[in-house]
Every structure is written in C-alpha cells, then in structure tokens.
C-alpha cells in the first residue's frame, strides 16, 4: 500500500507528500549530465564491476566526508560503498539477524527497515519518542526489563536526525544517553544518517558515530537525501572488525554498487560541489518545510504535529477517529493528494490516526492547496 | 580469495584472466556517454527513485527484447528490474530458501549463486555435465533417488549458454529433456541467462523459458556481459503468481535498481542500438576466446579443456598433481597473469586441479603471452 501511494504520486497532476525523495528541480541535473559524460568518456572502468566494497577513491572521499561532515575519524578500509543506505540495512539484517533476536527501534521508526529485517525472524521492540528523540529513560528501564529476563538485544536503530517518519532530530544529551547506555549494556547501534545533512535550523547535533570510542556503532550513510535517490549510493561506516564479513556476504549479493553512479559521486565529492548541492537543498527544503508548517496551521484541525529541524517529513497526529490508511486513500483519489499513513511505520499496531507528510518533493506552489485539500478529510 | 585475484588483476599490467568482465574498450563508452548526457537533461525522474520493479518503459523494452531474442512471449507486468542478475539470485534466495531445502545445480557452478544461497542453509546438489551440458539422465536418477526418500528439492539452476565457469552450452535435446524432468517431478527452474547474447557459432539453442507452458521457470536476465557490468542492470522474468512477493522483498531491500542506469538501459534499447553493440561484442570476443584455444593447444600441457560456443571462459583440467588454488597465486605473483581457481565452483571439494579463464576481457595482444606465461607452471 505504501509503495503504491507512492507510485501512483509520480503520475502527473498528483501533489505529492509521498516518497521521501528530494525535489529533481532542486538537483542539479545539468551539472550531473556533464559529470556523467566525461565519466564515460574518460573512464574505462565506468562500465566494469568495481570492487564490492566500492571504487577505492570514492571510498578516500568518504573518509573526508565522514570527518568533514560527521566528525568521525575514519580510514577507508571502514568504508564500504553500497547501493543506498537500503542495501546497507538489508545487509545488516542478513548478516546479524537471527530468529528470535530482539532489534530496539524508536517507535516509530522507517517502515522499509522494519519490512527488511523481519522476515529474519527478529522481535522488534519499539521505543516511544518526544520531541527530543527516542526516550532513552524508557529505553533505559526496557533493557533493565529485559536483562532481568535474560535477554539482551541485537542492537539499538535509530534514525537520530530528521526521523523517518516523525522528522524529529534526537537531542545531544539523548545522544550522549544512547551511548551510555548501549556502552553499559554493550550493545551495538545502528545509526542511519540519511537525513545528517538536511539539518535547517543551528541545533547542536552531532552523530553518534563521533563519539563512538569503543567500535559498537555502525553508521548507516547515503547520498540519496542531498544528491537524488536514483543514483543509489550509499555508505555503511563499520567498526574494524566487522569489516570482512560485510565484504564478504556482500559481494555474491551484488557484485557492487552501480559504478557510474559511483564515479559521479566521487567527482562531486572531489571537486567539491557536495557543499553547495547541499546548501541549495537547505535553502530549497527549508522554504517548502515553513510553507507546509504555515499551512497546516492555518488549515489542519491535528491533535499535534512535529516540527522538524531536519529531514524530509512532518508528521501528524490526526483526530482519533480518523484512519490514516482511510484517509490517505480517499485524499489521493478524491484530490490527488497523496500521503502516508502513520501505521506501518509503528511496531505495535498503534498509530492508526497519524500521517507521513513530505515536504521536500512537492512543487512549492502547490504545498498550500495540497494541504488545504487534505483539511476537507480532516473534520 | 577468488574476489581478491579479480581485483588485484585490475591493477595495471595484470594480464587478467580473472573477472567476468566484457572489454572496456569493446563496450561504446563513446555512446554511453552521449546517452547519460542526456537522461540526466531530459529526465526529471533520473534522479528520484523507480517503483521498485523498475521504470515501466524499460520493462516494456524487456517485454520485446524477451520475445525477440530469447523467444518469449512476456509481459511487462513478469519483468523486475534488478541489481544486475545477481540481486535477482540473492531475492530468489531470499523468498524461496529456507533450511533443509535442497537445491539442485550443475556441477561445477556459478561460485557467487552458490555462496548467496548457502547462508539460507540450504543443500547443494551438483549434477555432473559433460560437453552438452547438465548430464539430465543423472539427474533424473538422483531425483528418483531423492523422491524414493521422500525429498524433493526446492530448484533446479541452470546457466544452459556458455556455463560460468565451464563454458559450456547445454544442446537443445538437453534443454527439452531438463523441462521434461522439472514437469515430470513438478519442479521450479532458476534459468540464469547472462550469456545467452554471446554465442560465437551456429548452435540450435533455445531459453528453457521459451519452453515453459506451465509456468515454472525463473528466467535471471542480465545486460552485464553485453552493456557492462558497471551498470548493474539486470531483471526477473517471472511467472505471474510470484511477481508480487518479489515485489514485496525487493522493496525494501533496495528501492530500486539505479535509475540512470535503467535509463541508459532503456535508451540503448528504444533506439534499437543493442544488436550493433552486441555484434560487435560478439565479433570481438570470437576472435579472443580463438587466440586462448590456439595458445592453449600451443602451450598448455592439461588433462582437458572446454570450447566454448559462447560466454565468456574457458575451463581446464590440469594434470592430477596441480592445485588449482596454488597455481593462481603463483602465476598472479610470479607473472602477474590473473586466473581463477575452479575449486570454488564446485559443490562436492572436487576440481582441485582447474582453472577458470576469461577470454572476454584481456586485451587481444596480451593474451597468447598470458597463456604462455601460464605454462611454466603447468608440467
């Protein structure tokens, strides 16, 4: 059903606070087509396998990126390049995940993530968040819960700035707590950073890798928010030792990300265009965000909402009686309106009344009607 | 150990006999070049993620490139866009194998589909082939043997044209005879088509899927061997009933192949560009994989070897006493000629002493010296 919404919002005419794609007009493809051309023209091996864990230069530049962006010391043999933070978090299910383990997720949490790492068999346990992220307290008292049970978790996903779906960025002190705690507990975290580089307002965040002294985080990166999602790179930052198991269940999966693209993001990287593609992004989202803020106050009758700082969504808390599955479908077929229900992205069944709105994909002119159109469902 | 020499034979002066590669220098980067140029300027959706069964142009395209070369009547709803085949092999692996099953292969095989499968625990039975491919009256005997005890396996997987590692090509009689099998014993068949656009001679060889009126074959399309394999572009020709779990695993594991590739992709084959760039692939592969069976008869000192009608390799028995293992380190370091054990594609710790080469990818001057190099280590 998600993917279906998202689908049918591409047709024409359908406003979309759908997909979690950025703005095609706000990429610069011009400059890509350029890039792509001399990538071709100038590199013989455009066209052959590059080693599973991606081409050794853009591995360099994503060490830099890592320290320039992330503030995380890395060395590229850490790095391995994957075709979008998807395959990474696919990877990590395939790899890690048994029957019966317990996986933490904030509650709620990336639906994709979710339907990944099932079928492995796993227990997902949702924590509930506030507007400063996953409640670590409570995170806290679940594993005390837990240990007394004898049971201890995989690890801790978290998506710690501009959640998917909520949009909310995890404070630095919750930050902090994570770390504590899964030190003290000695667990392993999964940090998906897929929206590290859409931060609009000045917050004091940084990732959890940087502080990460003891080798249990796994960054998750992708370039997929800033650059565009066709392309399909992304990164996982491993600690040293789980390096060679990665490689090696990932090369018979797919041989290697898609290397044009990979060359691409290498020369972005390398000329240093990252930067600019980025603030445009900002400035770019960070209009379409308020556009969408103003009109949801001026229009939606919600119990609450988020506001986020980063990311791509908002996310809505609709009145009680409200279906967000219901809703959803009648707004895209009646308004051409398409959005996302809330529900699947929630661990437990609750979350029937809320909403994934997209912000950043939507044409800018047409943020207000599409929310204006959503309020005539919303009584 | 096998990705390792494939790599370390794309350093310079490495003659690479290794990677299943096409020649960079055969492939029309030119072209490609053009094309990417292009799709990134025309195409918004370039740069947002595809459904994730792939843009429906290109699906559409594959739809007539099945009936056109592989003779098969499809529709675009059957056909999944994948990661190269080789997601598709990691998502058949995926959603239809779980512990205990049994899965039928040739014997040697594929090593990347064997190590993808393995981690889903499954059982590996290898039939034996002979120069007309899997021996079919063998393998009926195991799966009488198999059924006396009760089992029956989940697959039978074939590459019938111009076999990875062998090079051999399953003879139409062969073909017929495996479909006549798989129907007798009510079984599924996984046909890996990478090769079947390079044939060098006049054979009578159809797809199995041609043959396939009752719905039970998988075909693993690729445009790796003809295209490149850097593109990562590959789909699923599957039958009705399983199109929509496919859908429902790939999702999430990956959102969608990439989409200039799948642009490009679909370019070359609206523009009716494909059969140029593969006659020319296949005129040029001809006349290298003739210069290696010339120079092996002139140097090579080995028990047998195949001749190929199509793929990309050659497959030797070298005498008793060689490890296959040994010699490859040896020749990669003392020659710098890059070679692959066979060892690895077998599924019973047989083939010791083979060796795999590829004939596509070196250049044509270089591989009479790279044969000859070999030698000196082959008494």
Redesign the interface.
Known sequence: MV?KI??KS?VTRVISFA?G??D??V?P??L???L??????EE?????????EGIPELREEITRFMGMYEGVEASPSDIIVT??G??AL?LIG?LMMDPGDIVIVENPSY???L??WK?YGVRLIGIPMDENGMDTHLLESKLRELKADGKFPKLIYTIPTGQNPTGITMSLDRRKHLYEIASQYDLLIVEDGAYNQLVYEQVEVKSIKSMDVEGRVIFVGSFSKV??????VGWLHLPRELVDVF?A?K???????????QL?VYRILREGLFKEIKENAIKAYKEKRDLMLDAIDKYLHVIKHTHPVAGMFIFLWLPEHIDGWRLAEEVLEKKAVATIPGAPFYTDQTGRNTLRLNFS?APRDLIDRGVRDLSEFIK
Chains 1, 2 share one sequence.
């Open positions: 993917s998202a689908e591409k997909a794609d950025p095609p007009d990429i493809r011009a890509y087509a350029n792509a051309k001399r990538v071709f023209e013989r091996k455009s066209v052959t396998y590059s080693p599973t075709v979008g998807s395959q696919d395939k639906v994709n993530t339907l990944v079928p650059l565009g999602t066709g392309l399909r490689k269940t090369g018979p999966a797919d041989m290697c990300a898609p290397v044009p693209s691409i994909m």
